[in-house]
Every structure is written in C-alpha cells, then in structure tokens.
C-alpha cells in the first residue's frame, strides 16, 4: 500500500527549462487521486518560493506547501531538538528560517551561503561549534556552475569548519535517511508507506531505500543504461518516466 | 662535524616577550664562531620584518637575513620550480613575495590571511587548483587566539580548497621536510651536515631528524618531561637550554 509519494525535481519533473513529456498531466492526475505527496530536492540554490515560481512556470501547478527541500529539512530538524540557530547562509535563504528564535543560538546552520562566507562569520560559527553546538549543512556539494566559471558551494567551508572545530556535521539533504524521514513526516506516513520516484539511482533511490521506504528509479534526466544494477541500489521498479512511474504506483494505490 | 644550525625561536630563544637565560649571550659566541646558522620558525602570522623587530627588543642582534620562515621556504620553493603565484595571504605577507612573477599564475599559495578569505578570493585560488595548478601552504594550523577569542587559522581554509578541488595542499612549514631543505640550502651545506635545536620533540627534532638532520631537544618552551621518548623521535641529545645546546655544538665543530 502507498500512503504517500516523494517525487524528484530535476531530472524527473523537468529538465532545465522544459516539463519532461506527460509529467505536467501526470501531476495533475496524482493530485485528483488524494494520495498525499510532496516535491523534494536538495538544492538550497533557491528558496521554496523561487523553485515554486519556476514550476509554475513549467505548468506544474501545485502550492508552494507541497516543496520539500534540503533547508526545510534542517529546520523541521532544529523545531524537533528546540534549537536556536546561527545562520551561515545567503541572505536569501533566511526566509526559510522566519519565526524561529536565534538569540543565544546553540546550533550552526551552514548552506549556500556564497558572498556570506566571510572570515567573521566562519569565525562566529567556528565559537560556537567550540563550545559545542552542533554543525547543520544542507549539503556536501564540491561546487556549482556560476555565471562566469566554477564556484565553491557548501561543502568546502563545511570541511573548514569540521576541520577547524574537529566535529563532525549532520547533513540533512538527500541522501541523509533524516531528509526522507522529515519528507514522510510531512505526508503523514511511515517510511515504509511510502515511494521515492527520481532519475539518481544512488541519491534518490538508494538513499530513500536505506532509509526504509519504496524506490522507483526513472529513466530520464541523470539515468545512464545500467545505474539499477550499481552496488547496494535496489530499486523496486524502473519506470521510462514520471508518469509511467506514478501510473504504477497509482494502479497498486 | 657541524657546517650550520637551524635554531626554533618561540620557547627555546625565548617566551613570549622575555628572552631565555643565556640566549643572548649564546647567540653572541655563536656569531662570532662563524658557524652558518638560520633562526627558524613556523609563524606565518607575522612578516620577516616584524619577527625582526621583536629579536632585536628581546636583545638578539643579528641580520633580519638570518630568519628562515615558513612564507619563505614557500618562496624558496616557487623559486626553484619557476611558479607563479596567486598569493591568498594576508596583505602584510604579500611583502615576503615581493619580486616573484605573479602574472598568468600557475600554483596556489594560502597563509595567514584573516579578512583576506573572501568568497572571491577563495574561488579564484579554487579555479586556478581546478586547472591544475599545484597548491601550496605555509602550515595547516586549525586556530589561534586573537585578540576577541579564538579565530580560525589556515588550516581550515586549506581544508576547504583541498576538498573542493579535491586536491592534495604540499605544506611547506615544519614539520615538512622540505622546510628543512630550504633552510639547509640558505646554510650552505647538506642535510646531514646541519642539526636543528628546538623545544618541540615532534614538529622541530623529530621532523628534522625525519628530514636528515641531526636534533637536539631543548628542555625550554613547550617542553615537558619525557617528550624525549616520544614514539619515533631520536633526538640526539637534550640540552637544559639553547646556550648549553650551542656549547656542545661549538665544542665539538
């Protein structure tokens, strides 16, 4: 039985700028069914508002409410342990944080952070880890393509600051079996009643089996012949795309 | 027979802004014995310049030529190779390159920087590391104390460049044996024919010996009671204190 559906954004829903075929009716015909799910992705690029309007703009029209993502992730985390957050991220992306208290933090908050990596807040991090806050990333990611070359992403100044502070950081983006224990809990299911549907046999696939729930892995975006069969990935089913994807599970639902 | 000497400086010429009993006097016999020698040190927190002006306070006379830092076996080493740097030091440290071609560079090099890790400057030195050009650093010290608390050092900046490009850094302070070349070379003579007189057992007797040089252990500075014995250390012998150290040097050359 499937209570609820994590489904993949690039790569399953769309590539760039385009909606993958059928995958917008696909949706649409998901959202009639009732089964509840939600949109997860690990970029912490964009605000859940920014990657709302830009499926929107693919024609996916859902609320910005069914957007599950890396930094929702760590804050559904710190509302769990009641703690107060230092905030080393870009300017953007304090948004997603709104409401919490963050005086006298006892937890450090690393993410896409760009120009905010400056020397004096790696510094105020640094203290506190020192003192023995915990150390919260998004993600590990080397880098990302920028507007005029390579740029450096989270996890370079995450290895700096668990080198500096000699900790080690809880990443709750995918793979981290949290990411899809925050996701399900959103859905209102255990893990086992639930199905992860994206194009990463190893990210989305592998990850949320590890983490106890249902993997259907898709042959579109990132897929490459043969990625089913990699060590320690168990898909329950490959599926040509989201739609066909959805209609299996919707089928058995 | 001894054809130079390497000397540490914090705890075996002196703590803090007090000179050791007899050092002074035991740098003056040395000059005058006119056995090549080099003051050596790891400090990449301050220029040359500056470790000069505080010798020359604490009473110890000798040419700024004299000092042997890890900044310059950096130098030393670009110079040898035919590299040009992109120097991610502090303003005050760019002296120390001063003369070296820094046009079209092709190696890294990363110090003490403080405010000078900027996002920008970090990710140009991350572009030139993922074109291929070598990385170079002048220790990997996690932090040191400032004047408001603890800040962070190179290493953790070091750490963050090396996975991001993932790459290997060549550390070129102690207890890098190619410090010890370095100094050796501005002696004159060959690694065996130098001893290297310090406090601490790892990083300057140990790493000497490792490098091919001969040490003696002062029980000075950082030293305690048994580092001596410290697995896979072979100091040739302990002395009290530099003077006694120079006196069983010079009798014997």
Redesign the interface.
């Known amino acids: 039985m499937t209570h609820g559906i994590l489904i993949d954004l690039s790569g399953t829903l769309h590539v760039g700028d385009c909606p993958l075929p059928g995958a917008v009716a696909a949706i649409r015909r998901l959202q009639r069914s009732g089964v509840p799910f939600r949109f997860v992705t690990n970029t912490s690029r964009k605000t859940r508002a920014m990657l709302h309007a830009d499926l929107v703009r693919f024609g996916f029209d859902v609320p910005v409410g069914q957007l599950f993502t890396a930094p929702l992730a760590v804050r559904r985390y710190l509302e769990e342990k009641g703690l107060r957050p230092h905030l080393l991220v870009h300017p953007d992306l304090e948004a997603e944080f709104d409401g919490l208290c963050r005086e006298e933090p006892n937890a450090v908050v690393i993410g896409f952070?760009?120009?905010?990596?400056?020397?004096?807040a790696?510094?105020r991090a640094?203290?506190l880890l020192?003192n023995g806050a915990p150390l919260l990333a998004t993600g590990r990611t080397?880098?990302f393509e920028g507007a005029d070359?390579?740029?450096?992403d989270t996890?370079?100044?995450l290895?700096?600051?668990?080198?500096?502070a000699?900790v080690e950081a809880t990443v709750l983006g995918k793979p981290s079996p949290e990411f899809f224990f925050g996701a399900v809990a959103e859905l209102g299911c255990a893990p086992d009643g639930a199905v992860m549907v994206g194009d990463d046999a190893v990210s989305d696939v592998g990850a949320a089996v590890r983490a106890g729930l249902r993997g259907i892995l898709v042959r579109t975006g990132k897929y490459r012949p043969g990625d089913e069969a990699k060590a320690g990935i168990r898909p329950e089913a490959v599926a040509s795309d989201v739609a066909a994807a959805l209609e299996m599970i919707l089928k058995e639902a």
Chains 1, 2 share one sequence.
């Open positions: 952070a760009r120009h905010a990596f400056t020397y004096g790696m510094n640094f203290r020192m080397r880098y070359g390579l740029e450096l996890g370079p100044f290895a700096a600051l668990e080198y500096g000699q």
